[in-house]
């Protein structure tokens, strides 16, 4: 092979070796335990969340739970992927506040996680604020 056939080549490897972005990895860091291997992140855009959990056992359950004010309190049972990771996407809202839409009166809160697995017990808090945006 030509020395520009093996650099086109190995540029090639390079860039599909390279982990996919995600539209969160800019996402301001809000809140976070870590434990041992275990760790739990809180990142926010200013409307929406991002819940993530790393360094879990692969494959196993975890209890996670999240409050916020004055919402029916969310219980669920979660998998960990292969790599032992664990996320979701939360958009923060209280009920019976508003009418669904942003033109109430200003509101917030926290937001506060517990996850709860086999060698991983993560705890963590953000507060949050929802505004009436005036676009000029």
């Excluded at 540029?11 to 809140?31: H, I, N």
């Excluded at 993530?52 to 004010?69: E, H, I, L, S």
């Excluded at 669904?100 to 509101?107: A, F, K, L, V």
């Excluded at 809160?109 to 697995?117: F, M, N, P, R, W």
Aim: charged residues 15%; proline residues 4%.
């Amino acid at each position: 092979m030509s020395r520009l056939a093996l650099l086109a080549l190995s540029v090639l490897l390079t860039a599909s070796s390279a982990p996919a972005r995600s539209l969160t990895d800019s996402w301001t860091l809000l809140a976070f335990d870590r434990r041992d291997q275990c760790e739990l992140q809180i990142t926010g855009n200013g409307k929406f969340m991002q819940i993530a959990v790393k360094g879990m056992v692969p494959g196993t359950r975890a209890g996670f739970a999240m409050t916020n004010a004055w919402m029916k309190p969310i219980a669920w049972n979660v998998l960990a992927d292969s790599s032992g990771n664990w996320s979701t996407i939360y958009l923060p809202l209280l009920w019976g506040e508003s009418d669904g839409t942003i033109r109430t009166q200003s509101t917030g809160g926290t937001v506060a996680v517990k996850l709860d697995s086999a060698g991983c017990t993560l705890s963590a808090s953000a507060p949050w604020t929802r505004e009436v945006r005036v676009i000029p």
